[in-house]
């Protein structure tokens, strides 16, 4: 039970890594194969293998190409036909094959011994740039006319660790491309090696993880890099005449290419043009030290190779695809991973240009949204019986290297790719000791946060082996100067199609029945996109939630560390026994969810119980505060606009609002209130948004009002700064307690600047490490009626409120100490003196 956190692991960073890292990709049509030649490609005086030949069948656009040994396998669909090879720097070779051919052939290129003519160049400009204008002039006279294509692709994705091959995957696909609806593909058959056993029956995405280094703009992990015959490449790029070649008697210019500005999201390589008709006949691009990847990755080398054809036609289109990318994931000083090594080849052939595609690839009606699809006929073979470069589901593909078809022979089921990453860092230490993940320890977990974070996880599982499926047992411990030390369990269970989560708890600091906290939740699905819910609780609780970005992940904890430490106490706590009823629906357009909630719930006070600290320093914690007993009766409406992104990773752009009424008169409730709730996010991206993570504006609104007697319960909240846990939307120069009041309004602003300050300088130590410069900023007052005040005083609850506006800006280093530390220099705007803390914020 212990190792079942890996998979997760894998799931949730290897995985998506991988497809960011590769892309989506292309296929092959069903197999009429005439005749199949296999062979060799090699020098003609030497005899080496000559890797990457371009083998293709005269008048078509079908080909092949050879693999790292010069060997190919290339199928003729009719008889008599032409095979042309040919490989830049040599004479090509012209071959008849018909049906007395033998079907292994042996092509041996001779060097060119053309003499070459000086380059001549007219007007401003090196050669190089001389030569690269009249390519990209000529682009621009065709690629206007490329409306659609469709093409067969063969694509091997090899996955490796720092030691050996860990797994295989490939596939044949007819990818479908269009100027204006994007890529498209249809999976004919793809096999794995068998550590992969889902593979027969997915449909694994390839298309677009063929890049064409020939287009304007060239995504890489996110990032719109310049293409090297962009409109505007001689802007952006450097071009040097490095050689000429001879390929057929022609001249071909081999130009390096630098980038212009180390800031630009561009390349660096060489690429060769082909004289008189000025176009790409390959390429050779690794990415600038500009490109801006994940947090996760701390280190990135990235290399792609592509040829070109024209075919005889108008059009110049890739004939071939080579990645090798070395991938470094190390999630903070927490989580790391072994070196990834992904390596691609991918062949394509048999365009067919500017023809009709199916518009039920591109209508969402149809399935339209999935980028890959599985053909009616797909044929998964999940491991060869013996590794040799037959055909796959029919059709021939690009023989394996060596030690790929070792790793076929060898690898087997039990040779999981998780295990093949195992994490190390501390996290890795805990997994070995049998802690962490699913079923491992949780400190300071929240239990109506993860209840509802589990049930919206648990609710559409259905891959369940029995009716009942225990998920495990979760350790849940936290402290507070209320609850004291609070040992918990948490068991998540399957019942047919019901998610049950139970939870109890046991406190070391209160007596009589807050001794003890019990409960759970039950979640059953409507439909795809509806739920019910139904939930217990009876225990103790914080008044007001950390709602900050990831605060709910890390407030608990970090509150736990920093009470036991002799800090105050962040949060104020009451009790409650507390029955719901919830219906979720969840809206694909627009992206927006409602949840209606009926609440049943008995408040209490509960008094301070502990001043214990760790360290043994004495400290004093401020006195719990209580609230307005009694039964609250409510019904409560949530709609949430939009999506929540990744904090630091992808785009947050969200609205929230919320209303909830109690009224006496309807529900004999003892609490008479409404109170609304908006929370609004915006990311806007500023400076070098051709990245992947871009210079980027962060805004967040926060604004809550009430009407009636509201509760001390119900308060709306401005977050203060609980150090060492600074998030963003919270007061750093605000003490360990928040504003609260019965209305509230906030402005939480972040400009990150990532590392481009430390660029411009030139100071490549910090760019190397990711540390980001950000400047921040925060205002915000809360309000409480004078009525509502007196009370309180003569309760004896004193709560923080701001009686003017707070205004503060501040300066931050984050990325310290392998990511997991954030150095934060703020300013009140109102009060003197500078707030400098170090806070644990950022995982990404």
Not at 332 to 342: C, K
Not at 383 to 400: H, I, K, M, T, W
Not at 701 to 730: H, K, N
Not at 780 to 800: E, F, H, N, S
Request: with cysteine; hydrophobic share 40%.
């Amino acid at each position: 039970m212990a190792r079942r956190s890996t998979p997760r692991l894998f799931c949730l960073v290897l995985l998506p890594l991988l497809l960011l890292a590769v892309g989506p990709a292309a296929a092959h049509a069903q197999d009429t194969t005439a005749a199949l030649l296999e062979g060799r490609v090699v020098d003609a005086e030497t005899g080496d293998p000559l890797p990457q030949a371009n083998l293709r069948i005269a008048d078509t656009y079908q080909g092949t190409i050879t693999n790292v040994d010069g060997q190919y396998t290339l199928a003729l669909d009719s008889l008599p036909a032409t095979v042309v090879v040919r490989y830049v720097g040599y004479e090509s070779v012209r071959r008849r094959i018909t049906a007395d051919t033998p079907p292994r052939q042996t092509f041996r290129l001779a060097p060119s011994t053309v003499q070459m003519e000086e380059v001549r160049v007219t007007g401003s400009g090196n050669p190089g740039e001389t030569i690269m204008r009249r390519v990209i002039e000529n682009k621009q006279e065709w690629w206007p006319a490329l409306k659609s294509y469709s093409v067969e692709a063969y694509n091997r994705f090899t996955l490796a660790n720092d030691t050996a091959i860990v797994a295989v995957a490939e596939s044949q696909t007819t990818a479908f491309w269009d100027a204006e609806r994007g890529t498209r593909e249809v999976v004919r058959s793809q096999r794995g090696t068998a550590n992969l056993p889902g593979i027969a029956e997915s449909a694994l995405p390839a298309a677009e993880l063929v890049l064409n280094l020939y287009e304007d703009n060239v995504g890489v992990f996110g990032n719109q890099m310049v293409g090297v015959t962009h409109p505007d490449a001689l802007d952006y790029y450097d071009f040097t005449l490095d050689t000429t070649r001879a390929i057929d008697g022609r001249q071909a210019f081999r130009i390096e290419v630098e980038p212009a500005n180390r800031l630009s999201s561009t390349f660096r390589g060489t690429v060769t043009v082909l004289d008189s008709t000025y176009a790409l006949l390959e390429a050779q691009l690794r990415p600038t030290p500009s490109l801006s990847t994940p947090r996760v990755l701390k280190e990135v080398d990235i290399t792609f190779e592509q040829q070109f054809s024209n075919f005889g036609g108008p059009y110049w289109l890739p004939v071939d695809f080579r990645a090798r990318r070395d991938l470094n994931a190390q999630l903070s000083a927490l989580i790391s991973l072994s070196d990834i090594r992904i390596r691609q080849v991918s062949r394509l052939n048999e365009y067919q240009i500017n023809e009709p595609l199916p518009d039920s690839l591109y209508d969402a009606d149809g399935g339209g949204d999935e980028i890959a699809v599985r053909a009616d006929s797909t044929v998964g073979i999940q491991a060869l019986s013996s590794a040799q470069p037959d055909s796959l589901g029919g059709g021939p593909f690009v023989p394996y290297s060596q030690d790929e078809q070792t790793a076929y022979e060898q690898i087997d089921s039990t040779d999981t790719v998780q295990d093949a990453f195992d994490p190390g860092g501390l996290y890795g230490w805990l997994q070995d000791l049998g802690v962490g993940g699913e079923d491992g320890l949780s400190i300071g977990g929240d239990a109506d946060e993860a209840a509802a974070s589990d049930t919206t996880d648990g609710a559409g599982d259905e891959a369940t082996a029995s009716f009942v499926d225990v998920e495990g047992g979760l350790p849940v411990l936290r402290f507070n100067r209320v609850e004291g030390g609070h040992f918990g369990l948490r068991l998540d269970l399957g019942v047919g199609p019901l998610a049950v989560t139970g939870r109890g708890g046991y406190n070391t600091g209160p007596s009589g029945s807050t001794q003890w906290s019990y409960g759970g939740e039950a979640t059953l699905p409507l439909g795809d996109d509806t739920d019910l819910s139904a939930g217990y609780h009876y225990g103790i609780e914080p008044r007001y939630r950390a709602r900050s970005r990831i605060a709910p992940l890390w407030a608990r904890l970090s509150n736990s560390l920093w009470t036991l430490a002799g800090a105050p106490d962040y949060f104020d706590y009451f009790g409650n026994e507390r029955l719901h009823v919830s219906v979720r629906h969840a809206f694909s357009s627009p992206n927006l969810g409602l949840a209606l909630q009926l609440r049943n719930e008995r408040h209490f006070s509960v008094a301070k119980s502990t001043d214990y600290d760790a360290l043994g320093r004495s400290v004093t914690q401020p006195v719990n505060p209580s609230v307005g007993d009694g039964r609250l009766r409510s019904v409560a409406l949530t709609a949430t606009l939009g999506d929540g992104g990744l904090l630091g990773v992808l785009p947050i752009n969200r609205l929230q609002v919320s209303v909830e009424h109690s009224d006496p008169g309807l529900a004999v409730s003892d609490f008479d209130f409404t109170r609304l709730e908006a929370v609004a996010d915006a990311r806007i991206e500023t400076f070098f948004q051709r990245r992947f993570r871009p210079n980027a504006l962060d805004l967040r609104v926060d604004a809550g009002a009430s009407f009636g007697a509201l509760p001390l319960q119900r308060f709306g909240v401005i977050e203060a700064s609980p150090q060492p846990y600074t998030p963003f939307g919270a007061l750093r120069t605000l003490d360990d307690r928040p504003y609260q009041g019965e209305h509230h309004v906030a402005l939480f602003w972040e400009h990150n600047f990532r590392t481009v300050p430390f660029e411009l300088l030139g100071w490549q130590a910090p760019v190397e490490q990711d540390i980001e410069l950000l400047l921040h900023g925060g205002h915000g007052r809360t309000w409480i009626d004078d009525g509502t005040g007196q009370r309180l005083r003569r309760r004896g609850a004193a709560v923080q409120r701001a009686d003017g506006f707070h205004h503060e800006v501040g300066l931050s280093v984050n990325g310290l100490l392998e990511d997991t530390l954030r150095l934060d220099l703020t300013k009140r705007l109102d009060a003197s003196g500078l707030s400098v803390g170090v806070s644990l914020l950022r995982f990404w």
